[in-house]
C-alpha cells in the first residue's frame, strides 16, 4: 500500500495539463538547470501550507519527505540556493494564469449559492485595497514614508465565492482611482466600493457600460434634491433619507451629468450615519444598504490572508 501525505493529496487536484501548456507557453523551463517549474510552484506551496519561515526551512521540508516527492512530481528537493534563484529570475506571469486557469476550472464545476441578494442576477464585485507594511532596508523599492516601506495590494473580490478576479500591486503611495480606472469590469455587472473611489469621471463610464454601482458619498459634494423617496416601513431608523439627487452643474456635475440615488444608512455599530450612492434606481433603499453591507467580506479576506498567507517576507 502506498502512503501518500496530505500534501500530496492536496496537490492532485492542482491541474497538471494546464500547467504544461503555460510552461510551454512561456518557456518558463528553458535553461531551468534540474528545478522545473512545477518544482518550484511545489516548495512555494509548502512554504504556505507548512508555515516555513525560511528557504532553508523549505528545502529542508521537502527533503525531509524524500520518500513522497515522486507523488508530488518533484524528481529531487531544490536546494536553497537554487530557490532564491529563481525566485528573482523565473517569469511571475506563469503562476498569474496559473491562478486564473484553476479559478475557471473550479467556478465551472462548483456552484455557488448565494444566501442573500438572490433576486439579483448581476454579478457583484468587491473593490478595495489595502497596504502591506515592508521593512524599508530590505525593499527600498517600496518607499512609503521617510522611515517606512509599504506595497498597497489594489483586488476585485468576487461576491459568489469570494475569490480574487483581478489583484495589482502597487507601492504604497499607489493611488486606488488610477488603478480602478484601468479596469475592464464586466458588462451588467455591479460594483461596490468605499468612498476611495468616488471619481463621477469613472463612475459615469461605468454607467454608460451598463455597470450599476453603490459607492460610498463624501459629504461635502454639493448636489441638488430632484426627489424625495418613501422611507421602508420595515426598516425603522435603519434608512434615514432617500433620495434621487443632481450634482452641481458647475462642479461634479460637469463628470457625471446623470441623475442618482442617494441613501442615508445609520450604522449601530460605529454610531454614525454612512451615506452612499447608486445609479440603481429601483431596488429597495434596504437591499442597497445591504449591499454596501456586503463589502466587509473584502475587509475580512484582506485580514484573513494577512494572518494566515506569508505576504510581509519574500523568500528569496
Known sequence: MVNVSLFGQILTRFDRYSFKKLVAHYQSDKHSKGITSWTHFVSMIFCQLANANSLRDISNGLLSAA???????????????????INKH?????????????????????????TKFKNIAKKIL??????ISLCLSAFNWARYRESKGALKLHMLLDYDGCL???VYMT?????????AQSIQLPKDSLVI????????????RWSMDKIKFVVRFKKNIKYRVVRELPLPDDAPGKILVDQIISLDPFNSGRNYPKKLRRVAIWDD??????????NQMTWTAEMISDLYQARWQIEIFFKEIKSLLKIKSFEG
Not at 516527492?69 to 531544490?78: D, F, K, Q
Not at 507601492?171 to 488603478?179: C, I, P, R, Y
Not at 466600493?193 to 459615469?204: G, I, N, Q, V
Open 193 to 204: 466600493a468605499d468612498r476611495a473611489y468616488l471619481d463621477f469621471t469613472m463612475l459615469y
Open 126 to 131: 468587491l473593490l478595495d485595497s489595502t497596504t
Open 67 to 85: 520518500g513522497n516527492l515522486n507523488h508530488y512530481g518533484v524528481s529531487r528537493a531544490p536546494k536553497k540556493s537554487s530557490l532564491s534563484y
Open 171 to 179: 507601492d504604497g503611495k499607489g493611488s486606488d482611482v488610477k488603478v
Open 164 to 166: 480574487p478576479t483581478y
Open 269 to 278: 455599530v460605529n454610531q454614525k450615519t454612512i451615506e452612499v450612492i447608486t
Open 90 to 114: 523565473r517569469i511571475w506571469e506563469l503562476f498569474r494564469d496559473y491562478y486564473f486557469a484553476l479559478f475557471n476550472k473550479f467556478s465551472s464545476s462548483m456552484s455557488f449559492q448565494r
